[in-house]
């Protein structure tokens, strides 16, 4: 894995929208920026120096999702007016009007081809329409509440969307039926994505948590509770390895997905973060949130270009091709019961696809970004304010059911990947005693630092009582006026 060198740095700020922000998207052409917001106006950012910013106007009400076509020469928006619209991204300012939701539409998103749209409505549907013919093709309807979110995966076979049910619904895109349903949530979910490799999909709500399935194995493997408020949007990086989410506890949080861990903490806005989204190569992520701003970041998350870095990973992240919708089990809805004791497993672990199977919390660090380590020897940098987020490994067992794999059983038949896996333990081992060796002197010194202030303590208060009696001695000698003692 590539190593870990700078922080995150902000590298523009764009002010325009006389509201809050509720989506972002980069151009795959890495040219454009563009945003959505409750002010009902789609904004295109030209990302090059000095270049003139594009307002669309069209919608009558709120715009609730945005994201360019893989060709960049379009770019789709949904809103709470029951519309989706196809603008092209020029000074004409040209759209097309979708409509076929009976209420407020919640997201939109291309296929990777780029030859139809997917979107998620308060009407509790899913649908399909056609770039090319401009027009509706089916719907998807087993939600029992609000849609809040749809994505396709990136071969296009699949569909995952959540809402307000509590649940997480797959689609096959050929039969049109629901595959399958995780339902293991504690509130709305408000936004559901594949990984970039197919292989695993996210989703996050009110409940402040992220959650990460394997598809392959229909085991949760991954679970997130880093943030103090609801988990609003987050968007994969595209070397699998990382994760950004946006809260309504103001704060953008980045995780390291292959070591399990919070790794920054960026405070840039006021109020709620409603979106966040890496660019195509990565090296790039938006924000935006209720304060009205657009903040565009540079990653700065290694030294190697990001080319490097994906043909590096490549392997490592997706070591099995994406599933099949004949691999995916169980068919039908599946409600997925932890154990009632956790397993405990080392925090490095790692599932087939590159993840490690980890649950972890994290406290909030104060300060504008803080480092945010769990179980890091020698943490302190020099503007880490907050103490690190302390994480545990978790993995989640089902309770009967199929496909009840152990996690070290599917590593794709690579026999060096068990090798490396265990010589990854090992090592983070060393590093977790190092780690308590150094906390257990720290806490011998403090113990005998507290020893040492409450005998001098007690030394004061002595003094303090035998010059109480001279003082008031001294005081009776002289003609009634006040002694003042400094």
């Not at 672990?349 to 909030?364: A, E, M, V």
Request: proline share 4%; aromatic share 6%; charged share 20%.
């Amino acid at each position: 894995m590539a190593s870990v060198l700078e922080d995150p740095t902000l590298e523009r700020h764009f002010k325009g929208h006389k509201d809050a922000v509720t989506c972002t998207d980069f151009s795959p052409n890495r040219k454009q920026l563009a945003s959505g917001s409750v002010d009902k106006t789609l904004m295109i950012w030209n990302l090059a120096p000095k270049a003139r910013a594009f307002r669309f106007v069209g919608h009558q009400d709120a715009i609730t999702g945005v994201q360019f076509s893989p060709s960049s020469n379009l770019v789709a928006t949904s809103s709470k007016d029951r519309t989706v619209r196809l603008w092209t991204p020029s000074i004409k300012g040209e759209s097309t009007v979708f409509k076929a939701h009976t209420a407020a539409v919640r997201s939109v998103a291309f296929s990777h081809d780029g030859q139809r749209l997917v979107t998620a409505s308060d009407d509790k549907s899913v649908k399909v329409w056609s770039v090319h013919r401009q027009c509706f093709v089916n719907s998807l309807s087993q939600h029992t509440n609000w849609v809040r979110c749809a994505r396709f995966s990136p071969d296009g076979r699949l569909i995952a969307s959540c809402g307000d049910d509590r649940t997480v619904r797959l689609w096959d895109t050929s039969t049109k039926h629901c595959i399958n349903c995780f339902t293991d949530y504690g509130g709305s979910e408000m936004f559901v994505d594949f990984n970039p490799s197919g292989t695993c999909i996210a989703s996050s709500g009110a409940d402040s948590s992220l959650k990460i399935w394997d598809l392959r194995t229909n085991k949760l493997i991954q679970h997130y509770q880093v943030h103090s408020a609801g988990i609003n949007s987050f968007s994969f990086h595209p070397s699998n390895n990382y994760l950004i989410s946006g809260s309504s506890d103001s704060t953008v949080k980045i995780l390291d997905l292959l070591e399990g861990r919070l790794i920054y903490t960026l405070h840039g806005h006021k109020g709620a973060v409603i979106t966040v989204a890496f660019s195509r190569a990565g090296d790039l992520f938006a924000s935006g949130g209720a304060d009205g701003q657009v903040l565009m970041w540079r990653t700065n998350f290694d030294t190697k270009s990001y080319q490097e870095v994906l043909q590096q990973h490549s392997r490592r992240s997706t070591p099995d091709p994406p599933p099949h919708v004949t691999d995916i089990r169980p068919r039908g809805p599946h409600l997925h019961h932890p154990q009632p004791t956790a397993i405990q497993a080392a925090a490095n672990s790692h599932h087939s696809n590159g993840l490690p199977t980890h649950h972890i919390s994290g406290s909030r660090v104060d300060g504008w970004m803080g480092d945010e380590s769990a179980g890091r020897a020698g943490v302190t940098a020099g503007s880490q304010t907050g103490a690190g987020s302390r994480g545990r490994g978790r993995r989640e067992e089902e309770e009967g059911g199929r496909g009840q794999t152990h996690p070290l059983e599917v590593l794709s038949g690579h026999p060096s990947s068990l090798d490396s896996t265990l010589r990854h333990i090992v090592q983070q081992l060393d590093i977790l005693t190092q780690t308590v060796s150094v906390l257990e002197e720290r806490l011998t010194l403090t113990e005998d630092k507290l020893k040492e202030c409450l005998v001098y303590q007690s030394q004061i208060l002595r003094d303090v009582r035998s010059s109480g009696g001279s003082q008031r001695t001294e005081s009776e000698e002289t003609d009634g006026s006040p002694v003042q003692f400094t």
